[in-house]
């Protein structure tokens, strides 16, 4: 089966199929909530451990600071007023007592968001108030839609930024709204600050209602991993909802280096004192992966200064967009590479490759054929722009801090057009070396529009900067819930997740997580599905949260010592460490267990 026909496989299956279709198989006892703790663990002081006055940096997409599951329930407790006395809870009738009079005063009218459930294996009814997904608010100019942002007149401090948000204290248990049970206000955003794309920062109590969306989804999905919900009110709430987070948007250049601005990110970051830094995104292209960068140094000293470090390790596996081969010398290898004309909705004009080895002595030489059958003459050192056939080639060689050497070729072409068709390159070391060559288009794509047709394709060396950081925890990501076809069986490692060693020799993944069909909140009021090593990195995050509230004077080698010397081993782990699962699957409890000794 292709890798393009497996991601429309998983496309249609949560996109397409009636919800529950093919997930019908998974019975409600057998699914995996994640994000939840088997029993109640304390810090010092006798409170729940909830990530309470722990701060997470994430850099990614941004966050939706208008979901419900993204506030603190510290606007105070209300009761509600059974208007007509029939004993049940009528949204659009019944009210919120706001100004504790006894009476349904104008302005009190409650109603609901049933929030959009597109996780297929949890199980809701859109069609009543459930407290254990949905969310009150009260519709003070009843016109049975929630009001919120600048848009509709709310400003930053309108609690809950909007008409506001309720939570049910459900006292029996029976997911309704029953007479005598109390409400708790939404009012504080659990975000402090946003560093936007464009470098401007956006702070709760100043500007936060005025934060960019996340146009793609990304960081909210992380974050409802993290902190979303409420502790013992939503099925479906973050490891710490008590926790509080400071987001750093990536803002992305059409061509790579993709990500520029990690410097500045991080540096915005640690100046807001987080406890820990999560990194969600994942590069390779001309990149050296050996640590040797700017970004890699200062993440080195992040995690010195005690701040943990912790980041998806990749899902570039199974993408054939890296190849491995043990050249000898003077021979002559032929290297061939696909590109289509779009991909993901966009035209194709641009495919890059890095070549990387680690022997600066060696000048190489490659030459690259066209579709329109046109050779360039053999590129071996400096850099240059040049026109071969009807197309662009530019080239540079460079070697890193730690000896790595990068070869970075760059293919548009002359008119603006596409660069699709078969293309190769021939490749000749006069000495043996070690060669690994990355590729990727304008899509910069996991899965592999323009990718490597040859039989040295291999996953092994896979693990994604910046988590090609000496001191970054790369995690790694494994099924779990229900099994998609070609993705990995059910709690084995997902055949995306990068693995291997890195180029300078470091074992590429520290642990896994589950990574494959788990649940979290999605922009514009949802619950979805979330997937990718993207999706572990928040879990290995979530456990280190609670740690830290357990014990503030953990440092990051400590916490990665306690995470890795309390993993599950399994027969899908195997013997550990090894370069595939790192030291096993993350062992949230365990941790804290271990901790608490």
């Known amino acids: 089966m292709s890798d393009i026909f497996k991601k429309l496989i998983a496309v249609f299956i949560i996109t397409i199929l009636p919800a529950g279709f093919l997930y019908a198989q998974v019975k409600a006892d057998k699914i995996w909530i994640t994000t939840k703790l088997s029993e109640k663990y304390y810090d010092k002081e006798g409170n729940i451990l909830t990530g309470k006055g722990v701060?997470?940096?994430?850099?990614?997409?941004?966050?939706?600071?208008?979901?419900?599951?993204?506030?603190?329930?510290?606007?105070?407790?209300?009761?509600?007023?059974?208007?007509?006395?029939?004993?049940?809870?009528?949204?659009?009738?019944?009210?919120?007592?706001?100004?504790?009079?006894?009476?349904?005063?104008?302005?009190?009218?409650?109603?609901y968001i049933d929030l959009r459930n597109?996780?297929?294996?949890?199980?809701?009814?859109?069609?009543?108030?459930?407290?254990?997904?949905?969310?009150?608010?009260?519709?003070?100019?009843?016109?049975?839609?929630?009001?919120?942002?600048?848009?509709?007149?709310?400003?930053?401090?309108?609690?809950?930024?909007?008409?506001?948000?309720?939570?049910?204290?459900?006292?029996?248990?029976?997911?309704?709204?029953?007479?005598?049970?109390?409400?708790?206000?939404?009012q504080t955003s659990k975000v402090r600050a946003?560093?936007?794309?464009?470098?401007?920062?956006?702070?709760?109590?100043?500007?936060?209602?005025?934060?960019?969306?996340?146009?793609?989804?990304?960081?909210?999905?992380?974050?409802?991993?993290?902190?979303?919900?409420?502790?013992?009110?939503?099925?479906?709430?973050?490891?710490?909802?008590?926790?509080?987070?400071?987001?750093?948007?990536?803002?992305?250049?059409?061509?790579?280096?993709?990500?520029?601005?990690?410097?500045?990110?991080?540096?915005?970051?640690?100046?807001?004192?987080?406890?820990?830094?999560?990194f969600e995104d994942g590069e390779w292209m001309y990149e050296y992966m050996d640590g040797s960068t700017e970004e890699e140094e200062l993440t080195n000293e992040i995690a010195r200064s005690g701040i943990t470090v912790i980041g998806g390790g990749g899902n570039l596996a199974d993408g054939n967009m890296h190849i491995k081969d043990t050249i000898p010398a003077n021979v002559v290898r032929i290297y061939n590479f696909s590109a289509p004309k779009e991909?993901?909705?966009?035209?194709?004009?641009?495919?890059?490759?890095?070549?990387?080895?680690?022997?600066?002595?060696?000048?190489?030489?490659?030459?690259?054929?066209?579709?329109?059958?046109?050779?360039?003459?053999?590129?071996?050192?400096?850099?240059?722009?040049?026109?071969?056939?009807?197309?662009?080639?530019?080239?540079?060689?460079?070697?890193?801090?730690?000896?790595?050497?990068?070869?970075?070729?760059?293919?548009?072409?002359?008119?603006?057009?596409?660069?699709?068709?078969?293309?190769?390159?021939?490749?000749?070391?006069?000495?043996?070396?070690?060669?690994?060559?990355?590729?990727?288009?304008?899509?910069?794509?996991?899965?592999?529009?323009?990718?490597w047709k040859s039989d040295k394709i291999t996953g092994e060396g896979t693990v994604t900067f910046p988590c090609t950081a000496d001191s970054c925890m790369a995690i790694g990501a494994y099924t779990v819930n229900y099994e998609w076809p070609g993705y990995g069986k059910l709690n084995d490692l997902c055949s995306y997740s990068g693995i291997g060693y890195n180029i300078n020799g470091k074992m590429g993944i520290d642990l896994c997580a589950p990574g494959h069909t788990t649940f979290t909140t999605s922009t514009n009021y949802g619950y979805g599905n979330f997937s990718g090593t993207s999706s572990a990195a928040p879990h290995v995050v979530g456990a280190a949260i609670l740690m830290l509230q357990y014990d503030k004077s953990l440092t990051h080698t400590q916490i990665r010592n306690i995470l890795l010397a309390t993993t599950t081993r399994d027969e899908f782990t195997g013997s550990v460490p090894n370069t595939n699962w790192g030291f096993g699957k993350l062992n949230t409890e365990a941790a804290i267990k271990y901790l608490m000794k």
């Open 194 to 278: 946003v560093r936007e794309k464009s470098g401007t920062i956006r702070r709760r109590g100043v500007d936060l209602i005025k934060t960019e969306p996340d146009s793609i989804g990304h960081g909210t999905g992380v974050s409802g991993i993290l902190l979303g919900g409420h502790y013992g009110v939503q099925k479906l709430h973050g490891i710490a909802p008590d926790a509080e987070i400071v987001m750093a948007n990536i803002k992305y250049n059409y061509t790579p280096r993709f990500v520029t601005s990690f410097p500045e990110m991080l540096t915005f970051l640690r100046t807001e004192g987080i406890n820990i830094l999560l």
């Open 343 to 451: 991909a993901e909705g966009k035209k194709n004009d641009g495919a890059f490759i890095s070549f990387l080895w680690r022997q600066p002595e060696l000048n190489i030489s490659f030459k690259i054929k066209a579709p329109d059958g046109t050779v360039t003459s053999g590129l071996k050192d400096g850099s240059e722009f040049m026109k071969s056939g009807k197309y662009n080639i530019y080239y540079e060689r460079s070697v890193s801090p730690k000896g790595t050497v990068m070869f970075k070729i760059g293919i548009s072409e002359k008119d603006s057009g596409t660069v699709n068709g078969d293309w190769s390159v021939e490749v000749v070391s006069p000495g043996d070396v070690i060669l690994d060559g990355f590729i990727v288009d304008v899509t910069q794509s996991w899965g592999g529009s323009t990718r």
């Open 118 to 186: 597109e996780t297929y294996l949890i199980q809701s009814d859109p069609k009543v108030y459930e407290p254990d997904m949905d969310f009150l608010y009260v519709d003070r100019n009843l016109n049975g839609k929630r009001d919120f942002g600048e848009k509709d007149g709310f400003t930053e401090a309108d609690p809950t930024y909007g008409e506001q948000f309720f939570i049910t204290r459900d006292a029996n248990v029976n997911n309704k709204l029953d007479v005598g049970e109390k409400l708790n206000a939404l």
């Open 55 to 111: 701060v997470v940096g994430d850099v990614d997409s941004g966050i939706d600071i208008f979901h419900p599951m993204f506030f603190f329930a510290d606007g105070g407790e209300y009761n509600w007023i059974d208007v007509n006395g029939d004993g049940k809870f009528e949204p659009g009738k019944d009210a919120v007592d706001l100004n504790k009079n006894g009476k349904d005063d104008r302005g009190e009218i409650l109603n």
